[in-house]
């Protein structure tokens, strides 16, 4: 058993040992392998060199691609922020301008016009009131007993004189004319300084306005430069007017759209009016091929109708009627066979929807007519609600309150200086608006008579200020604080101000004339007023007594 096994284990080394593998021969193919090996090994190098290289061409591609992504972020981030910080200012523009708004609206609505304090009197006025004294209040009170209030006792009869007589020369008017084809004449009614009692200045001349309508089944269209249409600033102030037929857009009847035949009629228009041809505008006294109410036909078509009425009656007078001025459709003169005259403005007018606004052809008193833009624009006038606010204003006031005298006495003084240097753009419609602007400003009790004078410097200082700034608003445009008793249109004061001085901002020869005249009255006022002063009487200095409105 023992011999057994060690023949076994002697066989299998002798295998082990001689086995090709372990012992090869010199001429073996081991060599060959070794090469082959070798190369594959090269081969295998160089596949992994090459993967080496692209992963560090993808290791670099990633960390670019992760650079330019956090760099991205950092610019979306940026973004972000800056995109916070515009919606930021955004935010709070918008902010500051709806605050502006309101703060302008409540301006408009409230003090539009400012009328200043008593601290900044002296920086607004400059050197205009430096060395002017305005007399007391007794001084004044003894200049307007003498000087105005004796020229102001004709006025009444006066008014009553030419209301009759224009009363007498509509209706021959109206007989006259053609009711068919012609102009429809309504009732005058007066506005102006005769007839709200400030009138100071001879030849005292009532302003009397006569609206006027077209002939059936005509009727006006009025538009205003607030009407929601674009109106160049110039043109600020005026409307147009349209001749339109009345049925176009309320009936909506078809009979002047559709040939209805010679047997049919329309049974809402008569045939009358049917059958007009629009050949005929230019006798509704339109612009020549449009449908606009030309002013200048208004004025030849009234002066005809005038002197044709006139002749219808002139046998019941015993006096002369004839045209002051041919530019203005109704400047007329009544002269007496004893030399005297009555001068009175008989101006036709258009009714601006159902309110006392209306719109008028032509001013005879004032000074800037001829910026009028065209014949077919015509100009906005407020005398009726003006002399309401006067009356309704006074009614609040102190008894024999100064308001009036106020305009009286400066009305006076800028006449006087404008017969001396020869007139200038300001108006007595632009004292009036500055009293308008005072009278809403102040309390009721600051216009007692014994402050006259208080009262009196108010209004030069206040003048002193728009003429220095260049504006000075329509007191009832754009002004939200008009009294509702007045029943004011509502897009009136809605409107944007309006400033009576803007002609005189690019017309400075005037606007000089205007300033120097201004102070030069400023510098002669105490002389003028103790030119007509010849004593002060006791009685008069506590007040100022003068007819009622």
């Known amino acids: 058993m023992p011999v057994g096994l060690f023949r ?14 372990f012992f090869p021969k010199e001429n073996g ?9 070798i190369q594959k090994m090269k081969e295998r190098e160089e596949s992994l060199r090459l993967e080496q290289l692209r992963l560090e061409q993808e290791i670099a591609d990633q960390e670019a ?31 500051i301008f709806l605050l502006i708004e309101l703060w302008r609206q409540d301006f408009q609505e409230g003090n539009w016009q400012d009328i200043g304090g008593e601290e900044d009197d002296m920086a607004v006025l400059g050197k ?12 004044l009170a003894s200049f307007y007993e003498k000087r105005i209030l004796g020229t102001t006792g004709d006025m009444a009869r006066m008014r009553e004189m030419v209301e009759g007589f224009a009363d007498d020369l509509l209706e021959a008017l109206r007989s006259v004319c053609n009711r068919d084809a012609d102009m429809e004449v309504e009732d005058c009614m007066g506005v102006g300084s005769m007839y709200e009692n400030w009138r100071v200045r001879k030849p005292f001349v009532c302003d009397l306005i006569v609206p006027f309508a ?19 600033p110039d043109e600020q102030g005026y409307g147009t007017i349209k001749v339109c037929r009345a049925d176009q857009d309320a009936t909506g009847c078809i009979c002047d759209k559709t040939k209805l035949g010679e047997d049919m009629l329309c049974l809402l228009h008569s045939q009358v009016s049917s059958t007009r041809p629009s050949s005929e505008m230019e006798d509704l006294l339109c612009f020549k091929n449009t449908q606009y109410l030309d002013a200048d036909q208004v004025m030849k078509w009234f002066q005809i109708a005038v002197t044709k009425a006139w002749n219808r009656i002139s046998h019941k007078y015993e006096f002369d009627l004839s045209f002051s001025l041919l530019d203005s459709p109704g400047a007329l003169k009544i002269k007496f066979k004893s030399g005297k005259s009555i001068a009175f403005n008989l101006t036709p007018v258009v009714q601006y929807e159902n309110s006392d606004v209306y719109f008028i052809s032509h001013f005879p008193w004032s000074s800037l007519e001829a910026d009028v833009p065209s014949s077919t624009h015509w100009f906005l006038t407020f005398a009726v609600y003006e002399r309401r606010f006067i009356q309704l204003i006074s009614k609040t006031l102190p008894a024999n309150a100064c308001h ?5 006495i400066l009305s006076f003084l800028h006449g006087k200086q404008c017969s001396l240097t020869g007139p200038s753009g300001l108006t007595n419609y632009h004292l009036k608006t500055v009293l308008l ?8 009790q600051d216009w007692a008579p014994e402050k006259l004078e208080a009262r009196l410097q108010d209004m030069l200082k206040f003048l002193e200020k728009c003429l220095h700034e260049k504006k000075l608003y329509h007191f009832f445009i754009g002004n939200g604080k008009v009294p509702a008793e007045l029943g004011f249109p509502i897009i009136f004061q809605r409107a944007e101000p309006l400033n009576l001085f803007r002609p005189f901002v690019l017309r400075r020869d005037i606007y000089r004339k205007m300033v120097d005249t201004f102070h030069e009255m400023l510098r002669n006022m105490s002389a003028l007023i103790n030119e007509y002063t010849v004593h002060i009487p006791l009685a008069h200095t506590n007040g100022i007594r003068k007819e009622p409105l």
Not at 8 to 21: D, E, G, K, R, S
Not at 216 to 221: I, K, Q
Not at 404 to 408: D, E, K, M, Y
Request: charged share 20%; aromatic share 8%; with cysteine.
């Open 404 to 408: 009036v005298s106020c305009l009286q």
């Open 65 to 95: 691609t992760q650079k330019a992504l956090e760099k991205a972020a950092v610019l979306v981030e940026e973004s972000k922020e800056e995109k916070v910080r515009w919606d930021m200012w955004t935010a709070l523009s918008m902010v």
């Open 8 to 21: 076994v284990c002697l066989l299998v080394i002798t295998a082990i040992v001689n086995h090709p593998l």
């Open 128 to 139: 205009a009131f430096k060395g002017v004294a305005l007399p007391d209040k007794a001084v």
């Open 437 to 444: 602007h005072l009278l809403q400003a102040r309390p009721s």
């Open 29 to 37: 193919t081991v060599p060959e392998n070794t090469e082959e090996i």
């Open 214 to 232: 077209p002939p059936e089944p005509y009727c006006f269209r009025c538009q205003t430069w607030c009407s929601g249409d674009s109106f160049p």
